[in-house]
Structure formats: C-alpha cells, structure tokens
C-alpha cells in the first residue's frame, strides 16, 4: 500500500492519465493531427478555394467568389493543355528510367556484390541526398551546358551531350529522386530468400527467366513504392525545368509564373498534379500491390 | 530631437518652393487615370522607430543603412524581392512601408490604391539633380501627382557572343524572326511586360499596326505582339528570369544573342560577351521609392526617401547594384563616380529617349488614346501563359 502511494506521489502525470483512457489517447494525438488538419489539410483546403476566386483586371488583386473559369481554363488554353500533358509523360518517364537502373543495380548490390562493393554503392546512391537539391540541379546545369564539361569531355569521341531540353530535364529528375526507387527495390530484393534462386535454376530456369518469373513479381510493391516518389515528386517540380529545360513548361512553372500574376490559375493548376497522383494511386491499388507495401 | 531637426529643414524647404513659385504640375502626358484618392503626409513628426522595405538585392546594404539608423533611429528591415510581380504581392500584404518599385509594378500599385501620393515638400533631396527622363514619368507620376522618388534606370540591351555575331547586331530582329541565324541559342525575358518590347519591334517594323507606346496597346495591337512572341517561342532556348541563370547561360555558350542589363554582361566577366541597343530602340527599367498607404511608419519612410536621395547615397545604391543613378550630382563627385555614370549612360539623355521605361499597362491607354479601352496587365499576363507551349 506505502509503495503505491509513493507511486502515485512520485509520478502524478502518469497516475491522473491511467484513469483516463480518452485524455490518453488525446494527447497522443493531439500534435500530429494539429498538424494534418490545422496545418496541412487546412492550408490546401485555402489553396483549393482561391481556386474557385476571381482576379480584378484593373488592380490584379483576387477577389472571393465563384467561378469555374480556371479550371476550365486547364482545358481550354492550349499552352496549358499541352503542359499537363508533357508534365505527365516527363514524370512517367523518370519513374521508368529510375526503374530501369535501380532493378538490375538492386540485384547486383544484394545478390552479387561482395559485402564492401555492397556498402560502396549503398553510399553512392544516397551520397547526392545529402546535397542540396538546388545544388545538384544547378550542377546538372553547369555540367551540361554547351562548353561544359560533358562535352568537353566527349568532344574527342565526337559525342555532344544533350541540349537545355525535355532529355536533360528527364535525365536530371531521375538523378534527383534515383535514390527513393533503388534503395526500396534494393532492399526488396535483399530479402527474397536464397533458394527461391536455388529453386528456379533446378527448375531449369535461366537468369533472366528468373528475374523475370521470381524476382519481379517480389519486388512489384517496392517499386509501386519508389515510384510514388519518382512520380509525385517530378510532377511537382519547377526548378529542373527551369534550369536545365530551356525553353521547358512543367505545370511548375505555370504555377510559378502564376502565383503572383494570378493566384487563382495557380491553384486551380496545383490540382492538376494532385489528380495526377491520386489517379495513379487508384490504379496502383487496382494491382493490389498497395496492400502488400 | 534628430526629427524635429529635420523637420526645421523641410520647413526652410517648404519656404523656398513657395518662394520660387515652383510648383510641378507635370502632367506626365495629359492622360486622366482613376487614382483612389489617399492624402499625402502633411508635415514630418517624430520617427516610428523603423521602416520595412522590399527592395531589389543590392538597394538596401550596411554601407549606407547604419548611418541612417544612427542619423534617425529608424531601424531598416529588407526583404530582397526577385521580380517586381514578387514585389506588388509582397506590398499589398501591408507589412512593409516602403517599395523600391520598377515602373511595372509602380503604375499597378498607384492605381490599386496601395501607395501614396508624396509630400515632395518634405524630401528636400528631391532635388533638380534628378537626370531629366526620371522626372514626371507616368509610371510614377500620375494626373500631375508625384508618388515615387527615383533612384536609378537601366536599359534592357540586346547582349551578344561577339565571337559568333562577328560584329553588333543592327536590329533586334535576331532574336524574334525565324530566319535567325542564332536560332535555339536566344533567351528571352520570362515576364509579360516582355511583350512591350515585341511591341517596340512591331512600332519600328509594322507602322501599320498604330503602335504609338508599348504600354498602350489596344486589342489588335496585342495580339499582333502575341502571334511576334509565340513565333518567337520557337526560336529561343531558354527564358530568363533568374540573373544567375541567364549569365551562366552566355558564359557556357548556350544563348549568342537576347536581352540583357549591363550590369549582367559585367558579371559574366567575358570579353566576348557585348551589349548594344538596335536601331528600335528597346525598353527599360525606371526604379522608385514608393510609400505604401497603410505605413505605419511614415515618418521614418520620408526619412529613408530623403536620405537615398542624396548624391552620395543615391551614388552609392546606383554602383552597388549596377544602373544609372537619378541623381546625377553624384556623377561630379569623384573620377570614379563619373566613370560609372559613363559606362551606365546617366547623363546620356539622347540615349534614354530611345528606351520605353516599364510601365504597368492599364486599361486607360497611356498614349492618350480615348476612343478605344487598352488592355490591362491582367490581359497581359493570361496572353504571356499562352505563348509558351
């Protein structure tokens, strides 16, 4: 009885809270959701109403009210359509670039490399994570330009690297967000037991069979994960285009442009991409791969 | 204390303007536009304490705020702002007193109301040593009403790789005809008051169109400038907005001829990399201070005006970032001073009259135009979404 009471007189919190279930759980909670709701969801739900507002022609100032015309306008100004549309497929291929280098390095890396090759790569592909992301665009930039250093260094075999342009913005993307696809593919194929090889090849089966039939089929929800990243992630984007696009419209700059000219285009357009994704999330869920993440 | 003394100054200065008769009634060009009517700041009072400025890098600095901070005790708060679009939304929130506005966003801010007209009277370095083509400009100047201080200009040149050109181009049409010889390697100005300077193109190559300012066009008169623009997307390799971006962009070879300041060709720090202005002429940017409405540090904002102002100071904001000061006393002051005044044209008046200063188009036709509605920069800002596919 004496030890409870010096319990409960030495940690008063912990005995008031253990009474009260609801008060517990509350202030669990209590943070992250001010988070998720007063920060973030409340801050794109503003985002979603200027949207539907009005811009005076005299003054540029937004003025509250209703209309659809921004939306609309997504569809109906050519420049805009086709933004989207380059935006969509840009994205679509720097998570299949990204897919196409990380399955064959993942396989190396876990099944191949020795321990200290392994470890090697694991630091190569998260070392650009540590650099600034605005760095690493503006080093694309540099590397690239015309009297830059890859053609200065391929002058000789007589290959030119790829100009301000769609290619470099694709190939910049995928340099920015490679490491959110290997390291999950990577991981994914580390833990596909040994004899699962083992049985495919008594089976008769070639390696390229087996990545085909076994490993593929294993690491389909890491990559549905990585390319959620890969894919988001591009569609957002602004600065890769701007710097390394030349003359390159993503819905980023749209937004970018807008933003002070016009905020209501700007939100209308900042759907663009979420729609994007959540259609992309749907499909993804049809594969039922997102059970299995 | 220091405020009351200053205010004696004005005082003195206020006697001499009556005594001269001097009086602006400049009315920049006759042009009627419908101003909120805001009253101006009567007679100085005690400082506030501080003053909040947006400003473009390099306007604000040590160099010359700490004297102004021990001088009146107006602690200055900078906020850099990239773009003047940047520098309207950043005004109209009311956080900041004061703007050093290009005359793209001057015009806009005037006429939302969101500026006051000034109180020259009480800024006695506002002085006759302003360069005549900053005086009484309508992007600041408004039915006779002064609402910006000056403090420097720079012309919006045609930059050129002269190991590729072989020599100045003559015209403009370099960078907006199909038939460029530099075509894929021209940038462009990423902004819709880059239209004004299709504009300049089209009144020098289409007189037909009736172009009379590039900042009052009518409808046709715009579309002519969006269909030159769009043709022109076809042609260049990058946009600019971003100095960085564009100088690394001549530096690397990427971009042989588009537009440029003077003060970029100097950082890129290449001997083959010129300016010139064509045979159109060309556009420009005419920077002001502005004092918002709702300052509550009106006193202190004065001060500031006043204190840039000054040969030496204005001078000094002029060489720090690079453009022609507005008060060309400064040019007298030293060998150095002069040789910045030389190599930005401040004294060259023959030079600016060919440059269209930014103004913000409105739908009052600046060129005095009454008989039809021009387009405002609302309608130039959905046309520029449009160009670029």
Redesign the interface.
């Known amino acids: 009885m004496s030890t409870q009471t010096t319990n409960a007189g030495s940690r008063p919190i912990s005995a008031y809270l253990y009474k009260r279930a609801k008060l517990r759980l509350f202030g669990l909670i209590a943070l992250p959701m001010f988070w998720i709701v007063g920060v973030y969801i409340l801050s794109l739900f503003l985002l979603l109403i200027t949207a539907f507002w009005f811009?005076?022609?005299?003054?540029?100032?937004v003025i509250p009210g209703f209309t659809l015309d921004n939306f609309i306008s997504i569809f109906t100004?050519?420049?805009?359509l086709?933004?989207s549309i380059r935006t969509l497929l840009i994205a679509l291929a720097v998570t299949a670039v990204s897919v196409l280098f990380a399955v064959p390095l993942g396989i190396y890396m876990a099944k191949i490399a020795r321990p200290w090759v392994r470890n090697a790569l694991a630091v190569a592909i998260t070392l650009p994570l540590w650099a600034g992301y605005l760095v690493k665009i503006i080093a694309m930039?540099?590397v690239f330009?015309?009297?830059?250093f890859f053609n200065w260094a391929l002058a000789p075999i007589g290959i030119s690297g790829p100009?301000?342009s769609i290619p470099l913005v694709i190939l910049t993307l995928t340099y920015l967000w490679f490491p959110y696809m290997a390291l999950p593919v990577y991981t994914a194929i580390r833990q596909i037991p040994p004899n699962l090889f083992d049985a495919s090849s008594d089976m008769g089966a070639k390696g390229f069979t087996t990545i085909y039939r076994v490993v593929l089929p294993l690491i389909v929800p890491a990559i549905i994960a990585g390319s959620v990243f890969t894919f988001s992630l591009s569609l957002g984007d602004y600065l890769v285009a701007?710097?390394t696009g030349?003359?390159t419209?993503m819905i980023g700059?749209?937004i970018a442009?807008?933003i002070?000219?016009?905020p209501p285009?700007a939100a209308a357009f900042s759907m663009v991409p979420i729609a994007f994704v959540l259609i992309y999330l749907m499909v993804a869920r049809r594969t039922g791969s997102l059970e299995r993440m | 204390m220091k405020g009351k003394k200053l205010s004696a100054f004005s005082l003195l200065a206020v006697s001499a303007l009556i005594l001269s008769g001097c009086s602006s009634s400049g009315d920049a060009s006759g042009v009627k536009i419908e101003v909120p009517d805001i009253p101006m700041h009567e007679s100085m009072g005690e400082f506030e304490g501080e003053v909040n400025i947006v400003n473009w890098a390099g306007f604000v600095d040590p160099k010359w705020t700490d004297k102004f901070e021990a001088d009146t005790g107006c602690i200055v708060k900078s906020r850099t702002a990239g773009?003047s679009?940047?520098m309207?939304?950043l005004m109209?929130t009311g956080q900041y007193d004061i703007v050093s506005a290009s005359g793209d966003a001057a015009l806009?801010l005037i006429?939302?109301?969101d500026v006051q007209p000034l109180n020259v009277d009480l800024i006695p370095n506002f002085s006759d040593e302003i360069a005549t083509g900053m005086r009484n400009n309508i992007y600041d100047t408004v039915n006779g009403k002064p609402y910006g201080v000056p403090i420097g200009r720079g012309a919006n040149l045609l930059q050129y790789n002269d190991d590729v050109t072989k020599g100045a181009p003559k015209s403009w049409d370099v960078v907006w005809e199909t038939n460029s010889p530099y075509k894929?390697k021209i940038t462009a100005y990423?902004a819709?008051i880059y239209i004004a300077d299709a504009a300049v193109y089209l009144m020098y190559h289409k007189p037909e169109l009736g172009i009379k300012n590039p900042y009052a066009l009518d409808k046709a008169q715009l579309d002519a400038a969006i269909a030159l623009l769009k043709q022109q997307?076809t042609i260049?390799?990058?946009?600019w907005s971003?100095a960085v971006?564009q100088i690394?962009?001549f530096a690397?070879?990427?971009t042989v001829v588009g537009t440029s300041w003077e003060i970029l060709r100097k950082f890129a720090a290449k001997p083959n990399l010129k300016t010139t202005l064509p045979v159109e002429g060309s556009t420009g940017w005419y920077d002001s201070w502005l004092v918002s409405s709702k300052t509550k540090n009106i006193n202190c904002s004065y001060a500031w005006m006043d204190y840039t102002s000054t040969a030496s100071v204005n001078g000094a904001i002029a060489m720090n970032f690079g453009m022609a000061p507005a008060n060309i006393a400064f040019c007298k002051s030293s060998a150095e001073a002069q040789a910045h005044c030389d190599e930005f044209a401040a004294e060259d008046e023959e030079f600016f009259k060919r440059i269209w200063p930014w103004t913000t188009p409105?739908?009052t036709c600046v060129d005095g135009r009454k008989d039809v509605e021009c387009t405002?920069?609302?309608?130039w800002?959905?046309a520029?979404?449009?160009?670029?596919?």
């Not at chain 1, 100004?77 to 805009?80: E, L, Q, S, T």
């Not at chain 1, 330009?145 to 830059?148: C, R, S, V, Y």
């Not at chain 2, 260049?236 to 946009?239: A, H, K, L, N, T």
């Not at chain 2, 405002?376 to 309608?379: L, R, T, V």
């Open positions: 811009v005076d022609p005299f003054t540029s100032k100004v050519p420049a805009y086709s933004t930039r540099l330009t015309e009297e830059g100009t301000f701007k710097f030349g003359s419209q700059s749209i442009s807008n002070n000219l016009n285009v | 773009t679009d940047e309207v939304t109209r806009r006429v939302g109301g894929g990423d819709p997307n260049v390799g990058e946009y971003d971006a690394t962009s690397g070879g990427n409105i739908s405002s920069f609302q309608e800002t959905n520029w979404a449009t160009i670029k596919g």
